[in-house]
């Protein structure tokens, strides 16, 4: 059975591993005035669009999934012929309406793809799953990591639902913002209101920065830290301490807002990479989605990974 796998832009996954792997993007828009920005994970690009078109005024963007239509034509065109069953693995849906779209066009797909297979001299049926990852940017590398390892290894769609059904409770998705006025700005107009105006101002003036996590559909802060630098050195630390505490993925999801090697330079970083190292488990390093630079602003950093529950502390 040919299994293929689908997931959305919001994954922090970066090009080349879509690329080895096969993986079909959900594109994501991003529209801000008259300028419309489609993200296919091209880290360049987003870059550029990012500084260039966006700037002081990315906080009013607005991320456009496709549509059921357009998710219906994409599979009917490029899906239900090169693949027997597909999974589709989303950004959480407490934050976008990708997952209900997708779903809501399964229904549809399922229905029309008969006549198209035929054609393409295949008779059986063609199986699509779709699965709310609960979490969002580097929090859905594991989910999707586990899925391209199922499918390698030669699982059923069922046995992969199966799998990501259980794992998607336990991704965890953390993020760092490096402007607290930005994200409040970003909170206030999705009516979010978990960053206030006073803290921000007092998170501006003392350089206090919320750790943001996403996780079983919800996205809360779960703790405060003293300057960018310092909270990357004890986010780093918090993913290095639950590998050695055992991952139910081997592998650590990780995106910046900027250049990579400035993330690379920040402290902590490369005591993580050792620990992963040490550990067995694989390190994935992307730019931000537009996305996701669009939420948490220029210069973020984003940390993903599966663990058993456990208690945050920051």
């Known amino acids: 059975m040919r299994v293929g796998l689908v997931v959305d832009s919001a994954c922090d996954l970066p090009a080349e591993f879509l690329r080895a792997h096969d993986i079909t993007l959900l594109p994501i828009s991003v529209r801000s005035d008259l300028i419309t920005f489609e993200d296919r994970r091209d880290p360049v690009a987003t870059l ?69 297979r035929q054609a393409a001299g295949y008779d059986s049926p ?55 006025y930005y994200l409040r700005a970003r909170a206030q107009k999705r ?32 703790g405060k830290v003293r300057g960018f630098e310092h909270g990357a050195g004890v986010l780093f630390a918090h993913a290095a301490e639950r590998v050695r505490a055992g991952l139910l993925v081997p592998v650590v999801g990780l995106s910046y807002g900027g250049e990579l090697e400035v993330m690379r330079a920040l402290p902590g970083y490369q005591d993580l990479c050792n620990t992963c190292d040490e550990h067995g488990v694989q390190l994935i390093e992307s730019v931000m989605s537009m996305t996701a630079m669009v939420n948490v602003g220029a210069e973020g950093l984003t940390v993903g990974f599966a663990s058993a529950e456990y208690e945050a502390k920051f």
């Open 48 to 116: 550029r669009f990012f500084r260039e078109q966006l700037g002081d005024r990315a906080h009013h963007a607005e991320s456009e999934p496709l549509s059921v239509a357009q998710v219906h034509e994409l599979f009917l065109r490029e899906l239900v012929t090169r693949y027997d069953a597909v999974v589709a693995l989303t950004i959480t849906a407490s934050r976008s309406k990708i997952y209900e779209n997708t779903l809501q066009a399964s229904f549809s797909i399922l229905k029309d793809y008969r006549p198209i």
């Open 126 to 180: 063609f199986q699509l799953r779709v699965i709310d990852s609960q979490t969002l940017f580097a929090g859905q590398v594991p989910g999707a990591w586990e899925a391209v390892r199922m499918i390698g290894s030669g699982a059923s769609a069922a046995q992969i639902r199966e799998r990501m059904e259980f794992l998607a409770p336990q991704c965890y998705g953390y993020f760092l913002p490096r402007d607290l």
């Open 191 to 222: 009516g979010d209101r978990s960053v206030g105006w006073f803290s921000a101002t007092l998170g501006s003036a003392l350089d206090i920065k919320p750790v943001v996590r996403g996780w079983r559909k919800a996205t809360e802060p779960v």
